[in-house]
């Protein structure tokens, strides 16, 4: 009973601190939002995207990917961070690419790669990587980390000026902070801490959206297992996998799924 008590005041003070952290919307949100839409745009022009007629893992994608999306515009966030979410102009893309991987840009810029949905085998996987993804996004753990690559390597400068003074290495920064799969192997993964944060929120998106969060544990077991057999997901290069991560889900998804889920109803 206590340790069900204390789960809810954890995920009931997680939503205060994701809003506490999006209330302190910055001026550079709409120059984030507009370079990450630039990036997205470029990086589609270069690689194949597939619709449903090439590939039925396009629609499944897109039933999954709408359903998770409209789960997340329903979540309960403050007034500013409600309207720094309106000027997202949601997209997801399916593309052809041997790397199994995924990625969130700032104002919803979805990517999937299609060597991915082997690995996820299932509606329910495929919802909690996107809605892992999208968690990131919107804890601003991308923001955060451009932050440090600006005062690190960009002369502190803030993100407008850097980009005027320096256009190419800046985007390139700009991917490395948001783990554009581009730079998979060339990047470390987030901290343990965002992953954590991560999982929690998307767990929360997953059941909202109507898919059993339980699925968050057996998802990211299965990533674990690929550990140190030669033929490890680009996910879990920019994602690591630890046992603290996998335990917390072990311990607390019954839960999360108590509260939020409910089922997709059948027709």
């Known amino acids: 009973m206590w340790g069900k008590t204390i789960l809810i005041l954890y995920l009931v003070s997680n939503l205060s601190i994701v809003s506490a952290i999006q209330d302190r919307v910055s001026e550079s949100d709409s120059i984030t939002q507009s370079i990450a839409a630039d990036i997205y745009q470029q990086f589609l022009a270069v690689h194949k995207t597939l619709t449903p007629l090439e590939n039925p893992d396009a629609e499944t994608l897109n039933r999954v990917g709408w359903r998770v999306i409209n789960a997340v515009k329903k979540y309960p966030v403050s007034k500013k961070t409600a309207k720094e979410m309106e000027s997202f102009a949601w997209e997801l893309n399916l593309v052809a690419e041997k790397k199994m991987d ?13 060597s991915l949905l082997p690995i996820t085998q299932s509606d329910a996987s495929l919802a909690v990587v996107l809605s892992h993804e999208i968690a990131h996004t919107l804890l601003k753990h991308g923001d955060n980390r451009m932050k440090q690559y600006l005062k ?15 256009p190419v ?22 901290d343990p801490s965002d992953e954590m944060a991560a999982d929690q929120l ?9 898919y059993n969060p339980v699925e968050c544990t057996v998802f990211w077991e299965r990533m674990r ?21 996998i335990l917390w889900l072990r311990e607390n998804m019954e839960d999360v799924a108590r509260i939020y889920y409910k089922p997709i109803s059948k027709k």
């Not at 690190?152 to 320096?166: I, Q």
């Not at 767990?203 to 109507?210: D, K, N, P, Q, S």
Request: some cysteine; aromatic content about 14%.
């Open 102 to 114: 995924a990625w969130c840009f700032p104002a919803g810029k979805i990517v999937v790669y299609s």
């Open 169 to 190: 290495e800046t985007k390139d920064f700009f991917k490395m902070a948001y783990a554009n799969g581009d730079y998979v192997g060339v990047i470390r993964g987030f």
């Open 225 to 245: 297992r690929f550990s140190g057999t030669g033929r490890e997901p680009e996910l879990i290069s920019s994602h690591p996998v630890d046992e603290k991560r």
């Open 152 to 166: 690190e390597f960009l002369g502190g400068k803030n993100l407008s000026t850097a980009l005027s003074a320096k």
């Open 202 to 210: 998307g767990a929360v998106f997953c059941a909202m959206a109507g």
